[in-house]
């Protein structure tokens, strides 16, 4: 009973941390999505690009871990920021589906540039973090630093996200914006100033699930395939719900990981797209969504 | 610019809307059928490469250039028809039937997607017809009885009782019929009041339903026609690189269907070709010009896909009309010589379109 209950309790875990990075990509697209309307199809892809920014400022700058890890984010920002100036804000007021064409675009488009990039290129590469080889032993248990390190993290940046949408004007003006956006406009917020730094977050939070990632999965061009995975945990949320992004992503995530334990083999890579089609069918607006009107 | 005086209602759809058109299309089927005596094979197979594709990418623009549904999920029906046609042929059906079962059966399966994607739009149904797309190719890797898995299957070039379509050339003739065959069933398909439907609802879901339009029969079918042809193309695809396994089915394949419409410009079947010839042609233009490029680029695998994307962000930024689009305004120019005005293609932009409110 007791190795049946660790396998257990080992694969919830490990699940769990999965689940944070799926969580934290479906943070980035709802995000975006509850302010702008737009789905970012890139969001995986940037987080890729984080993880491949974090690698060389480890790497080839030699910086330390954290001050690598502050400086990807800042850079992921002005990048999220330069796409929304460059590439989203000519298309305000296109139809969803040129958008959502124009993100998938960027996603190509940054996997084949990154594959081009000397010193990055099509390998898969690896860098070192403070928690990597090290072991947390509660009883029979074996947790790697590796999986507690994102999970306390990612409660940590949940945290701060929430005081900053709850308690600062600019996270107030945001959520009001995507409430309204004339009426935010009406109130003297700048919808434009809103829309950018909904990108800068959204890429800053990507460069964050990147960098978490890098020790698991380990830095190459395909790492973004994963944002693929973090769109059934945000429709699982309700497109729109923050909490239900990462809530949608643990699901996801535990789910994920029980399918690879006690499922047949390919089980575990279709689970989170049979999840999907199962939440789409029955309760397509999710657990945590608002079923809105359409108003003509 | 040329006036027509209308008697009768026929004239706003008839299949060809001036008898001078009639003309040219004759004159670009002669020219179709001489091609192959002009080029040499490895010409031949680019054309035979764009004719299946074309036929795809027909399908495609029934479901999203003219239905307004966008789908992720194409690889998927491409799979299908593919795999239907190669289990048929190796069990010893004959290719005349295979083709048309392998269209069938898509269908089958694009009715059982378009039911979801009744309750859903816009993105929900990208996503869903992506995860579907997903779970498709993990049932042809896993079901090793019936596809081999990532063995593949090995396949004969398409033959019709005596004939055999197995060279460049003669496969080009079959291609050209079965294209032939697409665009004149699109064709009618869209001034059938089935097609005005469909355009319908593409421009407004709410209008078109309080027009009697229903959403469920129109989109379903939408699926259906759609992953019909995208099925007989997945066939004949089979049947021309005679070897496929999972691996040729990916998302990338998906999207770069949905590239060909949009550059080729959503909304005319012209579109679907012009795209069509400019997807497949982009490497060998990639090919050709290597010698030209920078040392640091010439050697690059991820060239193509790089294009792609760019092409992708290109096209929606300046062209959203896409190839025949900027063929419709250069004709406009010289027809209405000093007059031409920009803004007359200037799209409206609509603020606060969403999905949401």
């Not at chain 1, 089980?267 to 657990?287: F, Q, T």
Request: with cysteine.
């Amino acid at each position: 009973m007791v190795p049946f209950l660790n396998e257990l309790l080992q694969t919830l875990l490990s699940g769990i941390a999965t689940g944070c990075i799926y969580g934290l990509v479906a943070l980035g697209f709802v995000l975006i999505y509850k302010a702008t309307e737009v789905v970012n199809f890139a969001q995986g892809e940037l987080m890729m690009l984080g993880a491949f920014f974090a690698f060389s400022f480890i790497t080839f700058l030699k910086l330390p871990y954290w001050t690598s890890f502050l400086f990807t984010v800042l850079l992921m920002g002005c990048l999220g920021m330069l796409l929304e100036r460059v590439v989203l804000r000519p298309l305000i007021g296109e139809p969803v589906f040129a958008i959502v064409m124009v993100t998938i675009g960027v996603g190509i488009f940054c996997r084949s540039a990154v594959s081009m990039i000397p010193g990055w290129g099509t390998d898969t590469l690896g860098f070192r973090t403070p928690f990597g080889e090290k072991f947390f032993r509660p009883g029979e248990l074996v947790i790697s630093w590796e999986h507690l390190a994102i999970i306390i993290l990612t409660t940590t940046l949940i945290f701060c996200l929430y005081c900053f949408f709850r308690f600062t004007r600019l996270g107030v003006a945001m959520r009001a914006t995507s409430q309204n956006q004339l009426a935010a406009a009406y109130m003297g917020i700048s919808v434009r100033r809103v829309f950018s730094l909904t990108w800068i977050i959204s890429a800053a939070v990507a460069a964050f699930a990147g960098i978490l990632l890098a020790p698991i999965t380990f830095v190459h061009m395909n790492m973004g395939f994963i944002g693929l995975k973090a769109f059934p945990a945000a429709v699982l949320g309700g497109f729109g719900s923050i909490p239900g992004a990462i809530i949608g992503g643990l699901i996801i995530g535990i789910t994920e990981n029980f399918a690879g334990v006690y499922l047949p083999i390919g089980w575990k890579d279709v689970a989170a797209y049979i999840i999907l089609i199962l939440v789409l069918m029955i309760r397509p607006e999710g657990l945590f969504g608002i079923q809105e009107k359409k108003k003509v | 610019m040329r006036f027509i005086m209308k008697l009768e209602y026929d004239q706003d759809f008839r299949l060809f809307r001036y008898r001078s058109t009639f003309f040219w299309y004759l004159a670009l089927l002669a020219a179709s059928l001489i091609v192959p005596a002009l080029l040499d094979n490895y010409f031949i197979s680019l054309l035979n490469f764009i004719a299946i594709y074309s036929i795809a990418s027909i399908g495609m623009m029934l479901l999203t250039g003219y239905t307004g549904q966008i789908s992720l999920g194409h690889a998927a029906f491409l799979a299908i028809g593919s795999y239907t046609s190669a289990v048929l042929t190796t069990k010893g059906w004959p290719f005349l039937a295979a083709l048309p079962l392998s269209g069938i059966f898509a269908a089958l399966v694009g009715i059982v997607i378009g039911l979801p994607a009744l309750r859903l739009s816009g993105l929900y149904l990208a996503i869903a017809t992506m995860g579907f797309a997903f779970i498709v190719d993990e049932i042809l890797v896993r079901w090793e009885s019936l596809t081999r898995g990532n063995l593949g299957i090995y396949l004969s070039p398409p033959s019709i009782g005596p004939l055999t379509f197995g060279s460049e050339k003669s496969f080009y003739y079959l291609g050209l019929a079965i294209l032939i065959l697409t665009l004149l069933a699109a064709k009618n398909i869209l001034r059938s009041p089935t097609g005005r439907a469909f355009i319908a609802i593409r421009d407004s879901e709410v209008a078109a339903q309080t027009m009697g339009v229903s959403l469920a029969k129109y989109k379903t079918m939408a699926f259906a026609l759609s992953a019909f042809f995208t099925g007989i193309a997945g066939s004949l695809y089979a049947h021309k690189v005679t070897f496929i396994n999972p691996e040729s089915y990916t998302l990338l394949v998906s999207i770069e269907l949905l590239v060909m419409i949009i550059i080729g410009g959503l909304g005319s079947l012209h579109g679907a070709i012009y795209g069509t010839a400019f997807v497949i042609l982009l490497p060998q233009m990639i090919i050709l010009t290597k010698d030209y490029l920078p040392g640091f680029l010439r050697d690059q695998t991820g060239l193509e896909a790089g294009l792609y994307g760019l092409m992708i962000i290109l096209f929606i930024l300046f062209e959203p009309l896409g190839l025949y689009g900027r063929w419709l305004k250069t004709k406009f120019y010289f027809e209405t010589f000093p007059l031409y005005k920009k803004e007359t293609f200037k799209k409206e932009k609509k603020f606060y379109k969403a999905e949401r409110h």
